[in-house]
């Protein structure tokens, strides 16, 4: 009686070897491997000769583990084998000649670079996981994230309430709305800027990886400006300067507040992210020359009330 041999597909990484049998339907399967490193097959299935018995049998080039899966679908059998070495074998049998019905699965194959490095992949992914499990966890990182997003969220609407409020005024009143600006945002503007007080804590504390000077330095310049110098004199409010120092302040910070909420939640969106860097780079130092002349126009104020004061007690 002739010999029915089904098709055999092969494929191997370092440490292991996968055969795929070209038999569909495959019932009483007989798989095992012989003390001379032999695999023996034998199915009931559907191949190339019809619905037959088939077999065959490989002697592998090197040692494999005698535990060997197998998974029979309608299709084909699946077979895989470990190598008891992890290497890279140069053929799968012992013979120089490869049997006929034996071919490689180009589907699963890789070569010899290409299985090393995902040898690397998975070392490193064990590595990495390796490390993490040694990294002590922060349990109060949920809670210091939530506080974070709260915290960006609460100054993202009040800076965007003032951005709008001063947006709208111009196109209604047009020029006119330079004049009171202070008087209809100051409230929300105080709010905002003492709430950025936090901005110079949070580093101390360890909740962010700023730097505590930089922080500190904006924070109070923005303060002594807004606290000190707008609130100190009244006849300054009415200036267009405060329009102008405020509208600057409120862009930058409608664009930095909501790109630091979504680094909280680990997300990045590619736009804001663009737009947060971009136009810092011409806003930030007009904010700054904005703030320098508005210093330099309140001291001129003062000299010239001095001299008028001066003139006034003398003609008296």
Known sequence: MQILTPHVYWAQR???IYLRVDLSDAKNLEISLQENNTLQFRAQGHGAKGDNEYKFSLEFLEPVRPEIKHKSTQRQVDIKIKKQE??????LTLQGKKPLFLAPDFDRWLDESDAEMELQAKEEKINKISVESRVRKDPYLGLKKGY?????????????WIFVNMTVRLFILGQDSFYDTF?????????CQMMAVL????????????????AMLQVAGRNVILFVVFGSLEDMQNKPVVFF?????????????????????STEWKLLTWLRYSLWIPLYPLGVVAEGLFINFRHLYKQRRRRYRSRKQKVQ
């Open 183 to 191: 008087h209809t945002t100051a409230d929300m503007m105080y709010f």
């Open 199 to 214: 901005e110079v804590i949070n580093p101390l504390l360890g909740l962010v990886k700023s730097g505590f000077l930089p």
């Open 245 to 265: 120092v405020f509208y600057l302040w409120s862009t930058i910070e409608i664009f930095r507040y909501p790109f630091y909420m979504l680094a909280c939640i």
């Open 86 to 91: 992890d290497r890279w074998w140069n053929r």
């Open 14 to 16: 370092h440490g292991e």
């Open 148 to 160: 974070l997003f709260m915290y960006n969220l609460v100054q993202f609407l009040g800076f965007s």
